[in-house]
């Protein structure tokens, strides 16, 4: 693991979810730019020392030197933002499979960088979007995939909190001050922090890409660096049209992300506080709720549940699958074998760059006089 | 009442309105341009065959012609948007007081030249905007104006159906036909029906007006000759933003109105669905779910509520409240006393104005090419 | 109308509810048994003098003796629960079809006497239990009944209130006033109040009947005079069990009448709430959300609604069915015609007496160390 | 762990909740009473062959003999009822500290024996009531504690499942086949499986015990040999009431455990359903939506929550805690370090003692002419 260390809030995420199906141990890590705090931060994680690293350079080149049995086989990444593309280039370069957290890099010039060494090392990555994992919402893209709601033509998504209502980056808040310093963070603040996250949604679930966008883009608190407050109007590849919302200043908000798909006979909509069900919409019947565990659910839901319905799995669970399946993937190429499509159904490198594309388009939109905008990458 | 006869969907929701609160009596009627039909419709509503007028003209020089005491004293207005301004306008000159159903008239045009009449007559006038009848949302509007939530910063508003997801137009659907066709609605369809409930719910409850938008108007059900969906993105008076969602083609979607506004130290959240709750959310303690009928609601909630917390009050309800209020007001100016402010908390030609410049600048933003338009009256 | 003076409560939603659908007019009433009490609340309802009755007595002295087609047709009684017998049934004795605020009277005996009183005059009669005049609730019973969700196994009903936590009947609360005193309410409080609408739910819905049943009732509050608490459980005729709920002393709820139902292949689930929902759960598919309004509902559903979907019909608007379906049975029969099982679809003294039973029994049974009871009318 | 074999449910439940906070390594294990199975269950997780263990007697015998710093420090134990009590007996005199799945053992005889075993070995021992596990029951039992809601009055609880509906252990469903075969699960079906939760939860979060009982209790689905069905009225050490309900025949219900208790002042409500959420009611002002991950929660729930507020946390987190607070409890006591009352806030023995009391006066009572029978320990 590269950062993550003592008072990081997704690092600890990224090793609960890498615990919860005994695919992985970590095994060694650089958790901190800072040396002393790196190895303090593993000693806690019960790491030896000697695998404890002052730097994720100094990482890469040690674990390398490791026999193959001893050495690290994936580099999980949890940097502020502009700390994702070396370590993440660097690691796949020296021959480790990479998890990385979203956004994918600083820059939408990295991102494409990135992938050109996916595609010359051949290692497998993967993008840590969270929502893609839970099992009602790729429950919610086979529904779209199978056709039953007729072609779709609207997509909404939003994705409001409220924590940085205040200027918190003004105390001593950690995760507020990186995420709104445009020399970590990149030129987006609320936009890359969590549109991003509702841009991915509203792609994977609806099957479709967006190709033009037209977005306001506020600075509501005074003094912030970035953007906290956001919203897009948005056309698809299919001819459908949408709306994404994304706002870090909803006072009283937490995290309720949220997505809707209407298609020609139906709708469907999945919304992060009731994370277990996807409701169903018909036109001309009454709407169900489709729920995990569900013995009718698709094989794509059930091979990213753990437990029988009724029995809630969360955020850890969702952030578990995409680093279950990753796993599987990582074997099942070391054993020659050919994964499923379930296993496979994993954010990777594609949606990290149109990702990026998404911050830098929705940013320029943003300021621009110009109504709808292509969608460039 | 002119038009409403039978098959008329807010005919009747108008009447039982007027019943509720026994504050009116239906005493003649225009019911349709077919004089026949009008007589017909008016005999089964109980009415003496002498008081069902073969045409509203018919009616407002008979009803003239009457005593005081035997005459009509409120013309309710709720023919098809086409024939809103004509009668209204005739009403008011002969001194009759006026109900009109919404959108106000057929333009902006002739908008403000109704307010001009009313201005010139002095006659009271409603515009009947359900939405803003609702006890929660009256609650909702007085808390924002009550500072506690903070300055306003966004307002998201949306209003999703579903029921014009396919060409019904085409079957034999009277509400379909008339709302899609241009000679009756005007230049918009969705947004003239939907759009301008969704638009005056932002203003009401916000207290701040829209000054710029940017809008998305679409017309997504091949061969319908209107707009049957729309979103814009919206700037206010404040400084504060927002968007607003107005669809006919979310397939499996009933009648989904809802509001949501934030301030710097928390929001509120109403719909219909749920009526006669409003949440109140907080930056740092617990939402709170406020309930029509608490003990702690406002003076403005209270007066527009009938039954004790606990007993749902519905969609009728919310549009008796907008009928009783008028008529005290009406009672009160005949007795020569001034209403209260709970009273007066009616939509009116204000209201009616803003309404059809929101039809107009919402659809001319629809075909700019320009990004963010003024909203112009 | 017998009762429903200034003040009153049920009064004033019984006088909403008849006017809803414009199939009655006040026309006469003796509001209270204080004569100028009465006189007054009649004149503020627009009676002439005369009509305002000084005792329900004189009244249906008087109104006897006018002619046919002056006379008042039906007699609407909403007093306390000491004062629904005999009014009911001179009402009846002088030709006069009724209708009653429950509980329908003060004992069993008299309500098998009043039984006896229907059966002799041939005259009609609607008891007012709200809670199945809601659509929804209407088609939990068509869904029952049409075999779908197979033999029904449990049944549960409750009905939670919290304003009686305290004592209120100390302070001047005219409601809870005389529900306390057993001079005026009976021998039961919080079961003659509101148990009875629980009973009477639960059988209407499960189409089964209360058998024998094991109560455990109490009086929270010191110093009250009557229950102000209690459960069931229950046996049915069919050989379901189920467990009935009500009580007045959950501080902080309202009015949150809920049944659910459950047979061999699947349940239902309403609760007043979300009055125009029901939903429908599957032992093997999603459950699904059936709305008022939905094309898909059985007529009695759709014959009880008057808005489209997504329009929210509530309280007074099921109190509205019940005046609705009892004066078109009135008027078919004056017609000579047999009226749709969908307007015979209101309770009436069957439900009463059943209900009457049930308030003794499930006090005997309160009282009783016996455990099982035999439901003995 | 003894149990939990390949194809049991509840011990890879277990083994996700001892790895979610990377407080245990699995070392060895008896998973099965077939050696061979049991080997093969091991190996797949992963562990040596010599530490699969051909019988749990031969894994604490072996196990013992290793010295302390290789030894197995905590055993957990997840096979079925009648497997509980002699291991973790054998287990605590070997010297180990027990983990043990609920219902506690196989009769309240046992029950009484193993208390007296860990009186007597004075080991640490955790019962897995996951429900008291979810930081928001946590938050419910400190906020009844705090006195807020002032002398509690009433306590429901229900456990409805629907998956017992139909005779599902006729087929080849082994969670059903154990659990509804009397030597396997002792004298009770549904009220030792998911009543004993219920009864838990209900005592947890009230703070108050039950000291009298009645109930109905059910075989519903013909051919099963134990209770799938009850409810019981409860009677308090304080003079509160409530109502029990247990079922597995709702058919179409999931797992939706809930639990409302009321006092003086206000009520609370939690459910399963939305885990994350508490909700708190108040007899004069609004209700309010405690959150995990509030600021304003407890201690209690903020030492049990992971994430901020508004990243659902589930089941597997709720089982985790248990798991959590014991590890940190049997660090703590081998640091000679007093743990905290956050971390000593897990079902222990005392629980299991009720529990089983629950489960054999609750199946008396359902056998029982007599109506209220004591709760006997």
């Known amino acids: 693991m590269i950062g993550g260390g003592q008072g990081a809030f997704i690092g600890a995420v990224h090793r609960i979810a890498s615990r919860i199906d005994n695919e992985y141990q970590l095994v060694c890590g650089a958790f901190s730019s800072d040396a002393e705090r790196s190895r303090a931060s593993g000693l806690l994680l019960d790491l030896p020392a000697q695998r404890c690293y002052a730097s994720w350079q100094q990482m890469l080149e040690q674990e390398q030197a490791l026999p193959a049995h001893e050495?690290?086989?994936?580099?999980?990444?949890?940097?502020?933002?502009?700390?994702?593309?070396?370590?993440?280039?660097?690691?796949?370069?020296?021959?480790?499979?990479?998890?990385?957290?979203?956004?994918?890099?600083?820059?939408?010039?990295?991102?494409?960088?990135?992938?050109k060494v996916v595609e010359e090392t051949g290692r497998l990555f993967c993008l840590t979007h969270t929502y893609t994992g839970y099992p009602m919402v790729k429950e919610a893209r086979q529904l779209v995939k199978s056709g039953k709601l007729?072609?779709?033509?609207?997509?909404?998504?939003?994705?409001?909190?409220?924590?940085?209502?205040?200027?918190?980056?003004?105390?001593?808040?950690?995760?507020?001050?990186?995420?709104?310093?445009?020399?970590?963070?990149?030129?987006?603040?609320?936009?890359?922090?969590?549109?991003?996250?509702?841009?991915?949604?509203?792609?994977?679930?609806?099957?479709?890409?967006?190709?033009?966008l037209c977005a306001d883009i506020n600075t509501v608190v005074k003094g912030r660096r970035l953007d906290d407050d956001g919203a897009a109007l948005l056309r698809f590849s299919n001819g459908a049209s949408g709306v994404l919302i994304a706002t870090q200043v909803a006072a009283g908000e937490e995290n309720k992300v949220k997505v809707r798909v209407y298609g020609e006979n139906g709708g469907l909509e999945w919304q992060q506080e009731d994370a277990n069900t996807l409701l169903v919409k018909w036109a001309n019947k009454p709407a169900e709720i489709w729920r995990t565990g569900g013995g009718y659910?698709?094989?794509?839901?059930?091979?990213?549940?753990?437990?029988?319905?009724?029995?809630?799995e969360g955020y850890l669970e969702a952030f578990a699958n995409l680093y279950?399946?990753?796993?599987?993937?990582?074997?099942?190429?070391?054993?020659?074998?050919?994964?499923?499509?379930?296993?496979?159904?994993?954010p990777g490198i594609k949606e990290g760059v149109r990702?990026?594309?998404?911050?830098?388009n929705v940013i320029a939109s943003g300021k621009s006089t110009q109504k709808w905008t292509d969608f460039i990458i």
């Not at 924590?163 to 609320?190: C, H, M, Y």
């Not at 659910?297 to 809630?312: C, L």
């Open 297 to 312: 659910t698709s094989s794509f839901a059930a091979h990213n549940t753990r437990t029988p319905s009724g029995h809630p």
């Open 150 to 212: 007729g072609e779709i033509r609207k997509v909404y998504v939003e994705y409001p909190q409220g924590w940085l209502s205040t200027f918190v980056e003004g105390t001593n808040n950690k995760q507020a001050t990186w995420r709104t310093d445009p020399a970590k963070s990149g030129i987006a603040g609320a936009m890359g922090d969590i549109g991003i996250h509702a841009f991915n949604l509203a792609e994977y679930v609806s099957g479709v890409e967006v190709t033009q």
């Open 324 to 346: 279950r399946n990753f796993a599987l993937h990582v074997k099942a190429r070391q054993a020659g074998e050919t994964p499923s499509p379930e296993v496979l159904d994993y």
């Open 71 to 115: 050495r690290v086989q994936v580099i999980c990444i949890v940097t502020p933002n502009h700390l994702h593309f070396e370590p993440a280039k660097q690691a796949m370069l020296a021959g480790f499979d990479v998890i990385l957290d979203k956004p994918m890099t600083f820059s939408l010039v990295e991102a494409k960088e990135l992938q």
């Open 355 to 360: 990702g990026m594309a998404f911050i830098e």
